[in-house]
Every structure is written in C-alpha cells, then in structure tokens.
C-alpha cells in the first residue's frame, strides 16, 4: 500500500450525498486518514453518525467552531488531496467564484493540495450555460473533474448529471497525486491476446483479457504520456484519451506495434501473442461431416515481435517484455525469466505466474521484473494499476 494521505473529503447537498459515504470508506479501505467536511444541507440527506463511523474522525460543519484552532484554515492547510462529492451546481459555482461562507468554502480556499470534484445534478443543470462556464473556469484552475456519468437520475429523468461511482472517484483522486513524469514521451502499450483464425467463424485464442496491458496504458497517460495502444481483443474498455489501434492476429499486432514504435520512447509489450497460427486459413467453415472423427491442424511459427523489436535498439527507446508462465517454483519462475530476457534481449523483463485461475481476468497481479543482465530490478504485488506504475517506474 502507498502511503496514508490525509484525504478531506467534502460533501455538498444533493441526493448523491448518500453515495460519498462511499467515497469515504474507500478511501478509508485504502489505509488513508479520511476528514469529512458537510454542509449543512448535505446532512439532511446523510447522517452525521454513519460519516463518523465511516471516516472514524469527527465530522465537520460549523465555521463558528474551533475557531480558537483557526480550524476554518487548518483542515485545508493540512491536507493532501480535497475532493468534493458530490459537487452540487451550487457548490460549482461557489468554487468558480472562490466564495467561502461555510467550512467547505475556506476548507478549499486554504488548500494547496490537489482537488477534484465530482459533480452530481439533474442534466439540465449540467447543461446549463453557467455550470457550462463554472466547470470550465475549475478545469482552468487544474480542478480534476470526475463525471458525472449519464444514467438513471434520481426521478424518472435519465441522462448525464449521475455521480460517478465511489471507486472511480476514489482512483482519480489517487491519479491525480500521481507525478506527471512522463510528459511529453510517446509509449506505445500491446495489450489482449491474440486470434489466428482457422476459418471464418473459428480461431486459435489465449486468456489474456488485456487488464494489465489497459492499466500500462491508462497509467502511461496520467503520468502525461502520449500513449498508443495496439489492443487484441481486450476485455475491457480501452481507457479514453488515448490512440487504441485495433488488431486481431499476431500479424497484424506486429505492424501496428512495428509503425508504432517508430519516434517511441518505451514499448511494453503486454499483449498474449500467439506463438503459432494455423498454415492454412479455410475459406468455408470446416465441417465435422467432412472432417471425420478427427482433424489435424498444422501449426506454423508466428513471427516474435520483441525479439525483432529489440534486435533493432533505438537510443532512448526502451522495450519491455512479458513472460506469464505457468512455473509453481519461484526460482525455476525466475529462472525462466533470466532464460527469456536472454533471449528476447528486450530492456527489462516483466515475470509473472499464470494458471487456471491465476494472472488472467484477475484485479491483482504479483510480478518480478528483471533487467537484460538476468538482476531482478523490482518486484511488484498489489492492484494492476499498481503493477503498471512500478513498470512505468523503469521509465523515469
Ligand atoms: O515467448 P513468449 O511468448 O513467452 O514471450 C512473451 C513476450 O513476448 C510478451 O512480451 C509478448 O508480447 C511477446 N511476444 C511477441 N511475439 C510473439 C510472441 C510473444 O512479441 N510472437
């Protein structure tokens, strides 16, 4: 876990107030030291005693208390990161013109700490022209906004206005206390598996669902990165505010990957390539009828796009590889590695165990990276988004 942050988390007066009890066990869940600052009105949608007992700290409200403690400045001084959910328009267009009348108010005004709001409202008043301006105004300032998300709103109504949800909330935050080491570097991410058709509705595939490779990418942008993803079949959405280049065979990865890498900083190439495709592709279904009880199919070796990347160095690029092996041991796993990276000759090599229900389609991950000379140079065990900033670590 990274290090405890005292995390204000401030609630305005909308109906969403009962998902930032959300927001604040997340955070909570996390190891971080939660302080929950409410307006009044926010309290008549949610109770005092649940965001005590959620936060395990005293709920703020009142200006007019603590005051000997200058307590209106001391929170916002103090903290690491401030977000406000759900930010009514009200409160959005308080922060736009820097008002501050209530805790919140001076609570934000005294912070340096980064901020990030989650706005929550019916979509007329997300679509209202002086919201429009409001959030801009924020976004100008370096505001992180999160959201809202378009969906069922509180009446019968649908559309944009929804709050996001706790957890993506909560990872944005995180996001935005990430260094922006990164900017103005182009890296270029291969994520998913791949598939080499026998015929036109059937194929030769692996389990690789792209989580890890998405979280490179999606981390590789919020470290400020120009990020192209070369995406195989990914079970996941591709993350926005990134160039996804679609592929589907070993084939067609190599040359996106290839023109991609050409002015690339880094290639991480995360993507489950198949090592082998069928030699012939039918052009009709194959039929059992025809085929009997049995059917060979002969297998012809694809081409090994790390090893070609990196049999071609480029000053300043790095290239990464992946070994997912199914190896019980260790050592023999590190072993395999040290084998690997040999012969590969990519720049560093990210080792991790896979099985039936390991390292596929999983949340976590638990990794050793090692370096060309065979020396493990990090290990790393926690989240796949916590696996992916330890690999963009080597880029720094
Ligand atoms: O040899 P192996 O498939 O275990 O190597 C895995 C690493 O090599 C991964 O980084 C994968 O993206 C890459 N690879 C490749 N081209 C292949 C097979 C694997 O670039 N044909």
Redesign the pocket.
Known sequence: MSVPLRVVVGISGGIAAYKAVGVAREFVLRGHDVHVVATEAALRFVGRPTLEAISRNPVETELFEGVAEVRHVALGQSADLVVVAPATANTIAKLAAGLSDDLLGTTILASTAPLVVAPAMHTEMWQNAATRDNIATLRRRGVHVVGPASGQLTGSDSGPGRMAEPVDIVEAALAALRPRDLVGRRVVV?AGG?REPLDPVRFLGNRSSGRQGVAIAEAARDRGAHVVLVAAHLEVPPPSGIDVRSVGT?EE??AA?LTAAEGADAV????????YRPENVSDAKIKKEQQGDELALRLV?????????SSAPVDGRTV??????TETDDEALLELGRA?IA??G?DY??VNRVGWSEGFATEGNAVVIVSRGGDIVTRADGTKREVADAILDLLG
């Open positions: 291969s791949t070993a990865l190599r990957v991480v190439m995360a993507a489950a390539v198949a090592d070796r694809n081409p090994d796009i790390l090893a070609e990347l990464i590889g992946f070994a997912a092996e690997k012969r590969k990519c090599l990210v």
